[in-house]
């Protein structure tokens, strides 16, 4: 049987793949892009319910590749599916993950190369349903400016704002260095400051390499790694202990799933 399933390995690896992406691209253009035309129109607010249909967008794509993968799991924690009002970083493995947090919260945002902003379609998507371009200068910085001025009323609806404060994929699950900009918002709006880990995207979809990893066990985690304290000068909570704390929670529960040293 192991001789067999490597033998037709291959095949099944790009088989899956294609009808994935199929479905990714023309699946959207089919289901959703419909959807998101009516709500462009009718919905009391646009911005919560492209959040929305993101989500629905994103399960769906997960339910298809579990359909086409049985050996697949994804196993979120309750307490990540629990969260709300908060800014949520995480470590990042695989292109998958973005998709990964989509499909978990309703009312979510992240902040998007502002490249993204610029692909037909998909830019108008990001930009109505509130995403938030990076950019250090030029035309799109007054945008960037007026979407984190309104998160203060994203929060407060329960909405979260997930990032991957190393702005790249991790080759080898060893945690880089973290950029301040997640912790900068969360105590600019006092959101709580949420850390949750990730495991085993980046064995279902490798960094470097364009087929799915079919035929074999695999499991994606995503669970809650904990809460970091506010930043309180007087009690020596800086935005550096706060970065500390998080790659401290995030080295200790990749070592505890099996990551290099």
Known sequence: MAAFTRLIKPACDLFVTLVLWVYFVFGYLVFFAPLFIGAFFLAADREKTYQRLLNLYCRSFFRLMQL???????????EVRRLQSAVVVSNHLSYLDPLLMISLFERQKTIVKSDFFRVPIFGWILQLSGYIPAV?????????????ERLGDFFADGGILFIFPEGTRSRD??????KYGAFKI??????????VGIEGSQ??????????NTCTANTIRIEWLGRVQPVDESASVTLSTQVE?????????????????
């Open 68 to 78: 086409l993968i049985p050996q697949l799991t994804v196993d979120a924690s309750a």
């Open 136 to 148: 250090t200068g030029g035309m799109q910085t007054g945008l960037m400016a007026e979407r984190i």
């Open 173 to 178: 699950g060893r945690i880089g260095k973290l």
């Open 186 to 195: 969360a105590d600019r709006f006092k959101a709580p400051l949420d850390v």
């Open 203 to 212: 064995s279902i979809f490798t960094p470097g390499k364009f087929l799915f």
């Open 245 to 261: 704390t998080v790659i401290s929670l995030m080295e200790n529960w990749r070592r505890s799933t099996g990551g290099p040293p």
